[in-house]
T-cell receptor
């Protein structure tokens, strides 16, 4: 398994500002993902964070709103830009050792999440 | 397309009762993976089990057991002698080539264990 940490654990932000969330894993993982979980809902994948290249975004999510970096195998950041109250959610990062040529899905392990409230 | 259905939105039982959480999935893949995760009120997602489509043996881990039936496309989760600490939202998820191995999530079942 992998131990994943996130910070901040929670934040209250003003409309129009930006927040950067950090995700650190304790071992080298191949795949890192960012999810959003709106109140009372299931998880929605925002993007796959790719090491050293641009993230792969899912439909409905764009780089200008959710820029993602992954400078190495164990660290990634997600920025929520120009926030509005609709961005109030839990943001979760996950890591897995699967992927690559074999495309065999390994188990995703999740960080504790960041609870974001936008006023 | 792949899909996961957790028809039970919320279940409430009294402590020590047994409870089963249902999960029904749809996929065209012949090789796929099924998962259960627990999300307590603290918000973190805790991995419980991963099962591949070729392994239909039921799994037991302490008070937890999983019943995988390909014939009915179901992967149900039973908690025996439930405890208050089992109160959480439980998510079933599916991964396969059809989704490029991304997790397809069910809506989740909120389990409330009353003392």
């Amino acid at each position: 398994s992998a131990v994943i940490s996130q910070k901040p654990s929670r934040d209250i932000c003003q409309r129009g500002t930006s927040l950067t969330i950090q995700c650190q894993v304790d071992s080298q993982v191949t795949m890192m993902f960012w999810y959003r979980q709106q109140p009372g809902q299931s998880l929605t994948l925002i993007a796959t964070a790719n090491q050293g290249s641009e993230a792969t975004y899912e439909s409905g999510f764009v780089i200008d709103k959710f820029p993602i970096s992954r400078p190495n195998l164990t660290f990634s950041t997600l920025t929520v830009s120009n926030m509005s109250p609709e961005d109030s959610s839990i943001y979760l990062c996950s890591g897995a050792r699967g992927g690559g040529v074999a495309l065999v899905a390994d188990t995703q392990y999740f960080g504790p999440g960041t609870r974001l409230t936008v006023l | 397309a792949q899909k996961v259905t957790q028809a039970q939105t919320e279940i409430s039982v009294v402590e020590k009762e047994d409870v089963t959480l249902d999960c029904v999935y749809e996929t065209r893949d012949t090789t796929y993976y099924l998962f259960w995760y627990k999300q307590p009120p603290s918000g973190e997602l805790v991995f419980l089990i991963r099962r591949n489509s070729f392994d239909e043996q039921n799994e037991i881990s302490g008070r937890y057991s999983w019943n995988f039936q390909k014939s009915t496309s179901s992967f149900n989760f039973t908690i025996t002698a439930s405890q208050v600490v089992d109160s959480a939202v439980y998510f079933c998820a599916l991964s396969g080539r059809d989704s490029n191995y991304q997790l397809i999530w069910g809506a989740g079942t909120k389990l409330i264990i009353k003392p």
